[in-house]
C-alpha cells in the first residue's frame, strides 16, 4: 500500500486529492495548519481513513520529524497562502509559506527521504502580464502580484531540487480551478454564493470588481487527477493543467444568474474596492502536452462547473434558512 503525504489537505484542492487517492488504495497522511470545523467539513467523511495531523511549514525540524515517521511514496504540496488580495496585504507571510515553506518541505524530503516523489501546486497567476496567447510550459513568467512572485520561488525551487539533486520533483501549473468546496473568499465562489442569495431573497446585490478579466477556469475534482498522473511518470516533469478555455468574470456572471432566471446585470455592481492594484487580463492554457504524455483534460466544461457550484449553494443555503 503506498503513502502519500498532503499539505493543505483541508483546503479545495487537497479534499479531492484525498479522496482520489484514498480510492486508488493509499494510506493517507495530512496536514494543515487548522483544524476548525468549518475547515474539517470538507473531509467530514474521509476523517477516519486519514492520518491527519496539525503542522506548518514554518517548522523545519517538525517537517524532517513528520518525513522519517511516515516515508511517503508520494508529497503533495498543496498548502499555501493562495488568497491574492492578501498577498498584497501581507506580502512576506505569503512568501513564507509559499516561497520559504517549499523550501523547508523539499530540504526535509532531500535530508530524510530523496526518493519520495514530489509535487508542487504552482499557480498560472506566475505567467502575470502574459508575454504570449496561450500559455505553454515554455512560457517566459511575468507576475503580477506578490502571490504570483512567491509561487515562481516555489516553482523554480523545485526544479532546481530535481536538475541539481536528483530528486523526482515537478511542478502543475495550475490555471483556475473551482468547485462547490471554493472559499466563498474567492471570486467565482462568491458569484455563486451571492446569486444563490439574492434568488432566495437574502440579498439585493452583488459587489465585484474588474468583470472583464478572463480565466481558463476548470473543476478542482479533474485537476487533483492530473496531479497524481504527474507522479506516476517514469521522467519528472512540470506541466500546464487547464482546460483550454478563456471566460471573463462577466461571462461566469451571467451563467451563474442565468441559471436561476435572473439577469446579472440587474443586481451585479462594480466597485473600485475590490479591484487588484496590478491585474492579469487574460489566462489562458495550452494542456497539449498534458493531454499528449499524461492522457489527461478537463472533463467538466464551463457551464457544468458553474452550475454544479449555485446547485451547491443553493442546497446550502435553503438548508441554512429551513
Not at 109 to 127: D, G, I, N, T, Y
Not at 269 to 279: H, I, K, L, M, N
Amino acid at each position: 500500500m503506498p503513502t502519500a503525504l498532503i499539505t493543505g489537505i483541508l483546503g479545495q484542492d487537497g479534499s479531492y486529492l484525498a479522496e482520489l487517492l484514498l480510492a486508488k488504495g493509499y494510506r493517507l497522511v495530512g496536514i494543515d495548519r487548522w483544524t476548525t470545523l468549518a475547515a474539517l467539513e470538507r473531509i467530514q467523511p474521509l476523517l477516519d481513513e486519514i492520518d491527519l495531523l496539525q503542522a506548518d511549514l514554518h517548522d523545519q525540524e517538525g517537517l524532517m520529524e513528520l518525513i522519517e515517521r511516515y516515508r511517503p511514496d508520494e508529497v503533495y504540496n498543496l498548502a499555501a497562502q493562495s488568497f491574492i488580495p492578501t498577498s498584497w496585504s501581507q506580502p512576506v507571510l505569503t512568501a513564507e509559506i509559499n516561497a520559504v515553506g517549499v523550501a523547508r518541505l523539499l530540504e526535509a524530503v532531500r535530508l530524510v527521504h530523496p526518493k519520495a516523489r514530489f509535487f508542487q501546486a504552482s499557480s498560472s497567476e506566475m505567467f502575470g502580464q502574459v508575454l504570449e496567447i496561450p500559455q505553454r510550459e515554455t512560457t517566459p513568467f511575468n507576475p503580477r502580484t506578490p502571490y504570483a512572485v512567491s509561487k515562481i520561488f516555489g516553482h523554480w525551487l523545485t526544479v532546481n531540487y530535481r536538475q541539481a539533486h536528483g530528486l523526482y520533483a515537478v511542478s502543475g501549473i495550475l490555471f483556475n480551478h473551482e468547485s462547490p468546496r471554493r472559499g466563498r473568499e474567492f471570486v467565482t465562489r462568491k458569484i455563486t454564493h451571492g446569486a444563490a442569495r439574492i434568488k432566495l431573497g437574502l440579498s439585493r446585490e452583488l459587489r465585484l470588481g474588474n468583470l472583464d478579466a478572463r480565466r481558463d477556469w476548470g473543476f478542482a475534482g479533474d485537476y487533483v487527477e492530473a496531479m497524481w498522473l504527474m507522479l506516476q511518470q517514469e521522467t519528472p516533469e512540470d506541466f500546464v493543467i487547464g482546460s483550454g478555455e478563456a471566460h471573463s468574470v462577466c461571462e461566469f456572471c451571467e451563467q451563474a444568474f442565468g441559471s436561476l432566471g435572473l439577469d446579472y446585470r440587474d443586481y451585479v455592481v462594480q466597485d473600485p474596492r475590490f479591484y487588484r492594484p496590478a491585474e492579469a487580463d487574460i489566462l489562458l492554457a495550452d494542456p497539449s502536452k498534458a493531454r499528449r504524455k499524461l492522457n489527461w483534460q478537463a472533463r467538466v466544461s464551463f457551464a457544468d462547473l458553474v452550475q454544479m457550484m449555485v446547485d451547491a449553494d443553493m442546497q446550502r443555503l435553503a438548508k441554512e434558512i429551513g
